[in-house]
């Protein structure tokens, strides 16, 4: 069993900084990627940003600049830092990660639980 915890969010004027964490516990054997995205009301899910075991990361083109993802990979955690934050990044953000299970080495994709971002003055 793995579990996905996010922490982080919350309401923030255009402008200011947020900092989102996403924390993996359980059977994990290994993880591979890690990742955010968001889903604002009436629209589709979007990646926000991506984090490979090794390689460079990815960015959506809407917060590219603006947003940072990193990993600690001994806490089995992934960031993202988001500044210049705008009305338009409102959303449920969602962190997720593909981990190899320890139990059966098979390798499945996790998600958490979603996080409220609103930016609003």
């Known amino acids: 069993q793995v579990h996905l915890v996010q922490s982080g969010g919350g309401l923030v004027q255009p402008g200011g900084s947020l900092r989102l964490s996403c924390a993996a516990s359980?059977?994990?054997?290994?993880?591979?990627?890690m990742g955010w995205y968001r889903q604002a009301p009436g629209k589709q899910r979007e990646l926000v940003a991506a984090?490979?075991?090794?390689?460079?990361?990815k960015y959506g083109d809407s917060v590219k600049g603006r947003f940072t993802i990193s990993r600690d990979n001994a806490k089995n955690t992934v960031y993202l830092q988001m500044n210049s934050l705008k009305p338009e990044d409102t959303a449920v953000y969602y962190c997720t990660t593909t981990i190899v299970v320890t139990a059966t080495l098979q390798t499945r994709e996790y998600w958490g639980q979603g996080t409220q971002v609103t930016v609003s003055s």
């Open positions: 984090i490979p075991s090794g390689g460079t990361t």
């Open positions: 359980g059977s994990i054997f290994r993880i591979n990627a």
